[in-house]
């Protein structure tokens, strides 16, 4: 039907308008969507190092939890399926971005308490032995901590962070492959069933549980359940610690004192700014001593200098760029000593391990046609060791938390307390090569680093690493591959590393190429002779508006988010 009726005209006009318009949105939508797919998400994701804790902390945040409130509840459920690693009885180094972009370390490692054992560091092993007993136990800060960055981030109750812990922790979980197969490695398997470690870990027999075994924590529960409804003072105060406190004593084989009720009394968290360093368009936020962020930006330094590019990886290049990052770990080792309490040793210092000109000193020193004897990198003998748990979180509203936690070694020094369920860590063993005297209320030296970068165009990527001495490489290595030699998050932190020892002697993981090996061998590297390798990567990465989080598979792990 024609129509000279200039509102028919008009009102057509405008339909058309708006049907573009619509279609212009659904097309948008569509697009937006598209690149969300492929197993990335919108708003939210957990990287924990296993599939029930990723899950756990994303319950927690589409119950309107914040990061921290996410982070929370799964190191809580982490130290109920992977107890080996952290827990109550340890202590954590955790980095927080705001929503504003100010970046703060939530320091609560273990500390050394008022009356230790005397001449403690004569006990430390030679080699990277596990070291035992109530000696090396530190003065756990992680429900401090907890409390410290709940009140300040925290969205739900904190007794709503327990509740999914709590329950796991009750009707118990399958022993999962991870830890079935470390309670059968001998060395563990010993030291768990000759502990009071076996009442837990043990089936009727008293032999170690095995994969897919149901194991209960009902100590622990209870223990939480308290928690959850007093607050950490029952731990720092209260019934939990006084038990604790009870059972460490019961424990100790030795004279010079150990841990007590006053030092859990006097547990406080530090909260400093993060060291932020430079990494061409991107800013790296680590904490600074005694975590190791200083190490793994010293290493980065080094590496950023050498102009690497995924072409770095192509024939002989390749070659290169593993020998001149041994080399920038070798001298990381020589710089161990320098990774102090800052508040118990005024006259140590890592500032020149972010200083340029003291970068480009070491960079200069690194020869692309051979290593050096160790005296060339300043390194003193010092044991490796393993254990720990990482988690990283960003939240709907932009807040980002990287939370490294550990009870040290695994199983702590196996000194597991009956009464409250909880594993003790032995972190003092942290001063082994690295101290001559120790100071009540010191923190030992560590090598966790909970980092958190962003680029010039707004991506944010929370990373951080476990395995002890395995973290430093671990983290270097998967940023290395990520930011400079084009490789995916996923594939970045796949990628089989390679860790220089105590010895600067190199190892070399499973499946790492084997030309490459032959060929830095070529260049007078020394192969090493460690058949484990406990490194663990997880990281979250939120780049044009999608989010992908990346658990490592080596601990079976997989992030979650909505
Ligand atoms: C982030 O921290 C800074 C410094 O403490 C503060 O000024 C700012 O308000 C914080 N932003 C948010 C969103 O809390
Ligand atoms: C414990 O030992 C008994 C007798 O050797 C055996 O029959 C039983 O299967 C064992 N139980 C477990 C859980 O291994
Ligand atoms: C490496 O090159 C330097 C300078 O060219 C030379 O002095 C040195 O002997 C070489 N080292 C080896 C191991 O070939």
Redesign the pocket.
């Known amino acids: 039907m024609a129509t000279n009726n200039p509102w028919v005209a008009r009102c057509c006009i405008l339909s058309a308008l708006v049907c573009t318009v619509g279609l212009l949105c659904v097309c948008v939508t569509f697009l937006v969507s598209v690149t969300c797919m492929n197993g990335t998400f919108k708003h939210a994701a957990v990287s924990a190092d296993s599939p029930l804790c990723s899950q756990v902390g994303r319950n927690v945040l589409q119950q309107g939890g914040s990061a921290v409130d996410g982070a929370i509840a799964a190191l809580l459920c982490t130290s109920v399926v992977y107890p080996q690693s952290m827990g109550l009885g340890g202590g954590a180094v955790v980095t927080v971005r705001n929503r504003t972009g100010k970046v703060t370390v939530f320091n609560f490692r273990e500390t050394v308490p008022r009356k230790f054992k005397h001449n403690l560091l004569d006990d430390c092993p030679a080699t990277s032995n596990h070291v035992t007993g109530s000696q090396w136990i530190g003065v756990p800060g992680e429900l401090r901590g907890y409390e410290v960055l709940h009140k300040q981030f925290g969205r739900l109750p904190w007794s709503k962070l327990f509740e999914e812990p709590i329950r796991l922790a009750k009707e118990g979980i399958p022993v999962s492959p991870f830890l079935g197969k470390l309670l059968q490695f001998p060395s563990i398997k010993g030291k768990v069933e000759s502990s009071a470690l076996c009442e837990v870990f043990c089936n009727e027999n008293s032999s170690t549980l095995t994969t897919g075994d149901v194991i209960k924590f009902p100590q622990l529960a209870e223990s939480m359940e308290v928690i959850a409804k007093q607050g950490a003072d029952a731990f720092y105060g209260g019934e939990i610690g006084r038990h604790l406190i009870q059972d460490v004593k019961a424990a100790v084989t030795f004279s010079g004192g150990t841990l007590e009720m006053e030092d859990l009394r006097s547990y406080r968290v530090r909260v400093v700014d993060a060291w932020t360093v430079p990494l061409g368009d991107t800013m790296m936020h680590v904490p600074p001593p005694p975590a190791g962020g200083a190490l793994l930006a010293f290493i980065l330094k080094i590496m950023q200098g050498f102009s690497l590019t995924s072409h770095s990886l192509v024939g002989d290049h390749k070659v290169l760029f593993y020998h001149r990052y041994l080399e920038a770990a070798k001298f990381a080792n020589g710089q161990r000593g320098n990774i102090r309490d800052p508040f118990f040793n005024s006259r140590t210092s890592a500032d020149h391990l972010i200083d340029d000109a003291f970068v480009q000193h070491i960079r200069a020193m690194i020869?692309s046609?051979?290593t050096h004897h160790d005296s060339y990198y300043d390194v003193k003998p010092f044991p490796d060791h393993t254990g720990t748990s990482h988690v990283s979180i960003l939240d709907e509203d932009g807040l980002a938390v990287s939370a490294t936690s550990t009870i040290n070694h695994l199983f702590g020094g196996t000194v597991y307390s009956p009464q409250t369920g909880i594993i003790l860590n032995n972190e003092l063993s942290d001063f082994c090569g690295r101290a001559d005297t120790l100071k009540p209320g010191e923190q030992p030296p560590s090598s966790m680093t909970p980092a958190i970068l962003e680029s010039k165009s707004g991506g944010l990527l929370v990373i951080g690493g476990a395995g002890g001495s395995m973290i430093t490489p671990a983290v270097a290595l998967s940023l290395i591959n990520h930011l400079w030699l084009g490789m995916s998050l996923k594939e970045a932190i796949a990628a089989p590393i390679l860790f220089v020892d105590s010895k600067n002697k190199v190892n070399f993981e499973q499946d790492f190429d084997k030309s490459v090996i032959d060929g830095l061998r070529a260049l007078?590297h020394q192969v090493g002779e460690m058949e484990y390798f406990f490194n663990v990567v997880n990281a979250v990465e939120k780049e044009n508006g999608c989010i992908v989080g990346e658990s490592d598979k080596r601990k079976m792990g997989m992030s979650d988010g909505y």
């Open positions: 020869s046609n051979g007078g």
